[in-house]
């Protein structure tokens, strides 16, 4: 499983660094072209914002693989023992399970569903729901880590405390 995540990790990465450096590109020539030639911007302002709200959101996913998120963890280590503090992880991964299932992954989907005949005003070859599709493909990664965190985090609440450090353990 880890070898999966390491996977999703580098795909992650490659498509946020793409985006990153489109964006840069298209922002770059939206002054060009504002400034410059007295152009008029609709199509690239709106790639833009596409692009930025995409990278965003897989962004968010690469950083929740990474236990990036927001995590409040002096609760968990206000608790003394290793075995209570695995508890309340996998509790807590679990809430976030359900947080990401339903509202990115089956929220997200129901709004593709709601837009998917709207086109854009700027790019009229583009659909809403396209745009909106970022939505549930960050909620499916997000969903793919939270149950990786969790596999981890009941690996270790079952593995005795002496075998924490020895070589070959599943990371």
């Not at 075995?83 to 991964?93: H, L």
């Not at 659909?127 to 493909?137: H, V």
Request: proline content about 4%; glycine content about 8%.
């Amino acid at each position: 499983m880890h070898t999966i995540k390491l996977w999703v990790d580098r795909f992650l990465a490659t498509i946020c660094i793409a985006l990153c450096g489109l964006l840069t590109f298209v922002v770059t020539w939206q002054v060009v072209n504002r400034y410059v030639f007295s152009g008029a911007g609709a199509l690239t302002e709106e790639l833009a914002k596409i692009m930025f709200v995409w990278l965003v959101l897989l962004g968010a996913a690469l950083l929740f693989g990474e236990k990036g998120h927001m995590n409040i963890g002096i609760v968990v280590d206000a608790f003394a023992s290793p075995r209570r503090k695995a508890v309340f992880q996998i509790a807590t991964d679990v809430l976030i399970l359900l947080f990401v299932v339903g509202i990115l992954l089956i929220g997200g989907l129901d709004a593709v569903d709601r837009t998917m005949r709207q086109t854009n005003a700027a790019i009229p070859f583009l659909r809403t729901g396209q745009i909106y599709m970022a939505l549930p493909i960050c909620g499916a990664f997000s969903a793919f880590y939270c149950l990786y965190n969790i596999w981890n985090d009941i690996l270790q609440f079952i593995r005795p405390p002496s075998a924490e450090g020895t070589p070959g353990e599943v990371k």
